[in-house]
C-alpha cells in the first residue's frame, strides 16, 4: 500500500497527518474530489474496500474514527460484498 501511496507523497498531493503513525489527508479538498474522477469506478471502489479492510484491522487495536471506517465501506459497497 504504501508504495502505491509513494507517487502522491512525493508529489504532495497526500500529506502524512502530523503525531501520527500511518494517517495521511489529501493536501486540498480539489485533490480528494478530483482524483477518483481521473480513475476508473472499478478502481476506486477496490481502493476504497482495501482502505476500508485496514482500517477495520487496525481499527482492533487503536482508535479509528467510525466515519471514516463507515465512509470506505459505503463507498466500497458498489462493489458488493
Known amino acids: 500500500m504504501l508504495a502505491a501511496l509513494a507517487p502522491a507523497l512525493e508529489r504532495e498531493l497526500l500529506l502524512r497527518v502530523p503525531g501520527t503513525a500511518g ?3 489529501f493536501a486540498h479538498a480539489l485533490v480528494r474530489e478530483t482524483l477518483p474522477k ?3 469506478p ?3 471502489v477496490a481502493w476504497h474496500r482495501r482502505l476500508a479492510e485496514l ?3 487496525r481499527a ?3 482508535r479509528v474514527p467510525l466515519s471514516a ?3 470506505h465501506f459505503f463507498e466500497a459497497a458498489a462493489g458488493g460484498g
Open 38 to 40: 481521473s480513475c476508473r
Open 60 to 62: 482492533a487495536g487503536e
Open 42 to 44: 472499478r478502481s476506486v
Open 69 to 71: 471506517l463507515a465512509h
Open 23 to 25: 494517517r495521511y489527508r
Open 55 to 57: 482500517l477495520e484491522q
